[in-house]
Nanobody, 121 residues
Framework: QVQLVESGGGLVQPGGSLRLSCAAS????????MSWYRQVPGKQLELVASITSRRSTTYADSVKGRFTISRDNAKNTVYLQMNDLKSEDTGVYSC???????????????WGQGTQVTVSS
């Protein structure tokens, strides 16, 4: 099983920056797509950004040009660099990773516990 631990959330002023990290541990054979989601109270869970094993990236329109997702395969870690933060970026950010624990095993998805990001003056 894969465990995910996120860090880097906090309180920041509008226009500021934060860098989120999500480290995977446990029994890992391969990690495929790694993603960041956010949950805002009263709204649907939103896919913020994702990165494939080949480093192909996708972003929500609302964060394009401001957020950058990256991964360090040696550390089994995915990052989300968030710049020019806005109040509407406030929410709980969770990472989601799918991967295999064995060479011929199935792809299994895992969620992190979430980290709060608050953008406020």
């Amino acid at each position: 099983q894969v465990q995910l631990v996120e860090s880097g959330g906090g309180l920041v002023q509008p226009g500021g920056s934060l860098r989120l990290s999500c480290a995977a541990s446990g029994t890992i054979f391969s990690l495929n797509t790694m993603s960041w989601y956010r949950q805002v109270p009263g709204k649907q869970l939103e896919l913020v950004a994702s990165i494939t094993s080949r480093r192909s990236t996708t972003y929500a329109d609302s964060v394009k040009g401001r957020f950058t997702i990256s991964r360090d395969n040696a550390k089994n870690t995915v990052y989300l660099q968030m710049n020019d933060l806005k109040s509407e970026d406030t929410g709980v950010y969770s990472c989601y990773v799918d991967g295999r624990t064995q060479p011929m095993g199935p792809n299994v998805g895992s969620w992190g516990q979430g980290t709060q990001v608050t953008v406020s003056s």
